[in-house]
């Protein structure tokens, strides 16, 4: 799911505020589930991965999280895929907001 190399190049993930820098995009196809990675951060047993997570179409289901790539795999009932065709770019550049 997650490469290593492209885990160990991201920068520290700083939280939420702003307007982020947007470095991935994974999503589980025929489905609202995406996740927008903003960096990472180095923990005792591998990398956490913090990003804007829009789970639903419902605007609860939105929001910043901080977690292992495991866990984040196992809330996208282990079907999420890499977006190779994304373009790297801020926020509110690259995320199509439900809204929009």
Known sequence: MFD????????DYEGRG????VYAHY??????FSFYV???TRAAQGYLVGGFLLA?????DWGFVLLRPETLERL???RLVRDDSFAPGYLTDVVPLPWD
């Not at 702003?18 to 820098?21: Q, R, T």
């Not at 999503?27 to 609202?32: L, S, T």
Request: no cysteine.
């Open 76 to 78: 996208a009932g282990g």
């Open 18 to 21: 702003g307007n982020p820098y």
């Open 56 to 60: 639903s179409e419902r605007e609860h």
């Open 27 to 32: 999503h589980v196809p025929d489905d609202a």
């Open 38 to 40: 903003l960096g990472a």
């Open 4 to 11: 290593l190399s492209l885990l160990a190049s991201l920068p």
